[in-house]
């Protein structure tokens, strides 16, 4: 079979749910040039659920980070499970999309040809020994998405491939589950702006007061809120702080769907939304793939590499109020609230504007 025409090609990116996601463009670029090539992914098994139903990847591989947790032996097993699996499904082509020594052992012994990107701190050897294709590292100007699609040009000519496509696709029974979680809480049908205050990391969030002002204030015009947070004992922590603040006028219709949504009943509840409110984080890319109004309050990540992918996002940038950290000195683990330089007024005004509200706090 030549490798002008695969039959099978493998995507890899072991990275977090808004990684994957905005790894999806090189699946459809990929699937439009080759429509009878089946595309498979290999993620790590806690993102899996972004992709799973995605219709144009065929099957999806998945890495346990737990393996190494539960002793060498049993993480030489599932490897070589793993390995053996992905040997077998005799790839044409495998793109790494991402910097990790793993990945690229991956893609060179499982496809007879592999494509990846020269990471400056993977400026070795090995790491050009294991891709027969290695395409330029993006500058930072350059969003995800586009540094993605760099791995391409091997295979698919850049005017093939543009534009950038990402997919969050959404099954039935997400919806269904979602609808039965809200008509639990009394919703019948009404439309409703969702917020996400929450993100993985806590830096990346804005102030539990300021969070609750806005839910107050769009109760106050009139408007229904959802209200969602992942499972997490600091998100919990922090939409509780929201609710210990807000009273809900009379009429006013407030529906809390923290840590108990699957990510696609998530995306199912954002796709139903007419504005999403939310921060740097997977729902914020969500919210952007499938191309809902939102408004994004951003920090110190790089702003041109994160930004929502959608010309329907506004994005707040606190470096437009306030010093922030370089990105790249960021310490993840500090709980310190990077967004708290953005004010109230900024976002409501931008909120207003895309609800056509009156700006008056």
Same mark, same amino acid.
């Given at each position: 079979?030549?490798?002008?025409?695969?039959?099978?090609? =493998?995507?890899?990116?072991?990275?977090?749910?808004?990684?994957?996601?905005?790894?999806?463009?090189?699946?459809?670029?990929?699937?439009?040039?080759?429509?009878?090539?089946?595309?498979?992914?290999?993620?790590?098994?806690?993102?899996?659920?972004?992709?799973?139903?995605?219709?144009?990847?065929?099957?999806?591989?998945?890495?346990?980070?737990?393996?190494?947790?539960? @002793?060498?032996?049993?993480?030489?097993?599932?490897?070589?499970?793993?390995?053996?699996?992905?040997?077998?499904?005799?790839?044409?082509?495998?793109?790494?999309?991402?910097?990790?020594?793993?990945?690229?052992?991956?893609?060179?012994?499982?496809?007879?040809?592999?494509?990846?990107?020269?990471?400056?701190?993977?400026?070795?050897?090995? !790491?050009?020994?294991?891709?027969?294709?290695?395409?330029? %590292?993006?500058?930072?100007?350059?969003?995800?998405? $586009?540094?993605?699609?760099?791995?391409?040009?091997?295979?698919?000519?850049? %005017?093939?491939? *543009?534009?950038?496509?990402?997919?969050?696709?959404?099954? %039935?029974?997400?919806?269904?589950?979602?609808?039965?979680?809200?008509?639990?809480? &009394?919703?019948?049908?009404?439309?409703?702006?969702?917020? +996400?205050?929450?993100?993985? !990391?806590?830096?990346?969030?804005?102030?539990? &007061?300021?969070?609750?002002?806005?839910?107050?204030?769009?109760?106050? +015009?009139?408007?229904?809120?959802?209200?969602?947070?992942?499972?997490? /004992?600091?998100? *919990?922590?922090?939409?509780?702080?929201?609710? $210990?603040?807000?009273?809900?006028?009379?009429? @006013?219709?407030?529906?809390? =769907?923290?840590?108990?949504?699957?990510?696609?009943?998530?995306?199912?509840?954002?796709?139903?939304?007419?504005?999403?409110?939310?921060?740097?984080?997977?729902?914020?890319?969500?919210?952007?793939?499938?191309?809902?109004?939102?408004?994004?309050?951003?920090?110190?990540?790089?702003?041109?590499?994160?930004?929502?992918?959608?010309?329907? /996002? $506004?994005?707040?940038?606190?470096?437009?109020?306030?010093?922030?950290?370089?990105?790249?000195?960021?310490?993840?683990?500090?709980?310190?609230?990077? =967004?708290?330089?953005?004010?109230?007024?900024?976002?409501?005004?931008?909120?207003?504007?895309?609800? @056509?509200?009156?700006? %008056?706090?």
């Amino acid at each position: 079979m030549s490798l002008a025409q695969p039959k099978r090609i =493998l995507v890899i990116k072991l990275r977090h749910h808004g990684d994957v996601l905005l790894a999806t463009p090189v699946v459809h670029a990929l699937k439009t040039r080759f429509p009878d090539c089946e595309i498979d992914m290999l993620v790590y098994r806690e993102t899996a659920d972004i992709i799973s139903d995605n219709p144009e990847i065929a099957e999806i591989f998945t890495i346990d980070r737990s393996w190494k947790k539960q @002793g060498l032996k049993t993480q030489l097993s599932e490897e070589k499970k793993l390995f053996s699996r992905l040997k077998k499904s005799g790839y044409d082509w495998a793109f790494n999309l991402s910097d990790q020594w793993r990945s690229a052992i991956l893609a060179k012994f499982c496809a007879q040809c592999s494509v990846g990107i020269s990471h400056i701190k993977r400026d070795r050897f090995f !790491w050009r020994w294991c891709h027969d294709f290695l395409n330029p %590292e993006a500058g930072r100007g350059c969003h995800i998405t $586009e540094y993605h699609m760099n791995v391409l040009p091997p295979l698919i000519r850049p %005017e093939e491939t *543009q534009p950038a496509k990402v997919m969050m696709a959404i099954g %039935e029974d997400a919806r269904s589950n979602l609808q039965s979680k809200l008509k639990k809480q &009394g919703w019948n049908g009404e439309d409703y702006v969702l917020f +996400h205050p929450g993100a993985r !990391w806590e830096f990346k969030c804005w102030e539990d &007061g300021k969070n609750a002002a806005i839910v107050q204030l769009l109760l106050n +015009h009139g408007q229904n809120v959802v209200l969602t947070a992942a499972p997490s /004992a600091t998100e *919990q922590q922090m939409i509780d702080a929201v609710l $210990e603040r807000v009273k809900i006028p009379e009429g @006013g219709k407030l529906w809390i =769907l923290s840590g108990n949504l699957n990510l696609r009943e998530l995306a199912a509840a954002i796709d139903g939304c007419k504005l999403f409110i939310g921060v740097d984080s997977a729902p914020m890319h969500i919210a952007a793939a499938l191309d809902k109004p939102q408004i994004a309050l951003f920090g110190p990540s790089w702003l041109d590499r994160w930004h929502p992918y959608s010309d329907n /996002a $506004e994005v707040i940038w606190a470096g437009d109020f306030g010093d922030l950290p370089h990105p790249d000195s960021i310490n993840t683990s500090d709980n310190t609230r990077l =967004l708290k330089a953005i004010p109230l007024e900024a976002v409501w005004n931008k909120i207003a504007e895309k609800l @056509g509200l009156n700006k %008056e706090t």
